[in-house]
Every structure is written in structure tokens, then in C-alpha cells.
């Protein structure tokens, strides 16, 4: 139960940080700070909509366009995104052409990259603690 807690805590983080990253690095692309309720309904319908969408489009791709398998990640991400973005919760907008193409890549990599570091961090804290209560 815990590694799950942990697991999902560790997908939103990674969320979070790939939606931060693409308002950063694209002019298109705006989180909506006044409304900062709306971006952590965004962050959280997204996560969910990620881990959803991902083996499912796998599945389809599979069935009917194998060569579409190496980019699952991408074009799950890029439905996630158009999902949050269309939500009349505010929080997250995507204005321009280029900001569409290049959001779900940014967004998938950080997350790819967040998801794969971030247990590090956590794993290295928990060594740490454990050394030292060692006697």
C-alpha cells in the first residue's frame, strides 16, 4: 500500500514538474497562476489521465499500428494535454501551434526523467536513514 502511495505521489511530482518545465521553456504554452487551484486539478487529472491513456493507446497501437508503439508515450501525453487544456477548470492553456507540437515531448521527457530520478532521491534518504540507525 505504501509503494503505491509512494509510486503515485512520485507520478503527480513528475507531473507537475513536466507542466512546470513546458510553461517555462514555451511562450505558447501558460499556466494560469491565478487560478493556481485549477493547475493542481490540472497536474492530477493529467497524472491520471497519463497512466490511463499510456497502456491503453499501447494496446490499440499494438492491434492496429505497430509502428506507432515507439511513440506511445508521447501521443499519450499529447491527449492528456488536450484533455486538461479543453477542461473548463482553467489552470493550464496552450495557444500556439508550435507550443502543441513540442509541449507533449518536453512534458513526456521531464516526466520520463522526473519518474526515473526522482525514486533515487527518495531511495537515497531512506539508505541514509537506515545507516544511521544502524548501531
Known sequence: MIAFVIRSLIFVLSAALGLLVADWLLPGFQIQ????????????????????????????????????????????????????????IGGLRITDAISWVLAPVVVWLITALATLFLPMIFLKKKVVEARESRP
Open 33 to 88: 497562476w491565478n487560478e493556481w487551484w485549477g493547475f493542481v486539478i490540472c497536474v492530477l487529472i493529467f497524472a491520471v489521465l497519463q497512466s490511463v491513456l499510456a497502456p491503453w493507446i499501447a494496446k490499440m497501437a499494438r492491434r492496429y499500428a505497430p509502428a506507432l508503439l515507439g511513440g506511445i508515450g508521447i501521443v499519450s501525453t499529447f491527449v492528456a494535454l488536450l484533455v486538461v487544456v479543453l477542461l473548463p
